[in-house]
């Protein structure tokens, strides 16, 4: 391992985010399955899976920090996860087709040799335009929605649906930057400087 720093996810978008603020780190994804327990709430589903993520990666490297986290989608009281196929792609846009629902990142940040661990859910508002079937049948075709909780990318394709957002924009991509590195600093994983963000020694 060339860093210290574990981001216990294959999200290429997660990985941008991190890199857009100068940190360096491996990627090691975590084996957990994204199930659903009855009765938990959205906050706690999020932050019971980001925290064992978090775990399973820090068991095998325990000297490192990991970070990890997972997104879903809110409406109406449903959660809406990663479409599995066309059919359910093109029902999640219908479903979100001119309303507003709620994205919901958890995330957990932990090093076990260290007993050092935290994690916190963020939520944003997000409103879509009304889209017509035409709208929806090209946007399933583009493929982009099939890895993507509630069936969308804000920072990709989908940001032609978008039409107002209340809250963090990094949140909705999949992970809420300005959260996360105070949660970082704060744990003593990271330093700033005006030479820039690194991992602390």
């Keep these: 391992m060339n860093s210290q720093l574990i981001l216990a996810s294959k999200s290429p978008r997660r990985s941008e985010l991190l ?8 990627v090691v ?6 199930n659903f327990v009855q009765g938990e709430s959205p906050q706690e589903h999020v932050i019971r899976l980001a ?3 978090a775990r399973d990666v820090a068991s095998k490297y325990p000297e490192h920090w990991v970070i990890a986290a997972d997104t879903i989608v809110c409406i109406n ?3 809406l996860g990663k479409p599995n196929n066309r059919q359910e792609a093109l029902e999640m846009l219908r479903c979100l087709s001119g309303q507003e629902h709620w994205v919901l990142t958890g995330f957990a940040v932990c090093h076990l040799a260290k007993g050092e661990a935290d994690q916190e859910a963020v939520q944003t508002t997000v409103k879509v335009k009304n889209l017509t079937p ?4 090209w946007y399933v075709k583009t493929g982009e929605p099939f890895d993507k909780a509630g069936g ?3 920072q990709g394709i989908g940001s032609f649906m978008i039409e ?3 809250g963090s924009y990094t949140n909705v991509v999949g992970l809420p930057l300005c959260e996360l590195i105070q949660m970082l600093k704060g744990l003593g994983a990271i ?11």
Excluded: C, H, N
Excluded at 19 to 26: D, I
Excluded at 29 to 34: D, L, N, T
């Design 152 to 154: 969308y990318g804000i």
């Design 29 to 34: 994804p975590s084996g957990v399955k994204e």
């Design 191 to 201: 330093t700033i400087s005006e030479r820039g963000m690194r991992i602390a020694d």
């Design 164 to 166: 107002s957002i209340q």
């Design 51 to 53: 925290q064992a993520k």
């Design 77 to 79: 009281g449903s959660i």
């Design 134 to 137: 035409a709208e929806m049948e």
């Design 19 to 26: 890199r857009q603020v100068g940190l360096e780190f491996e």
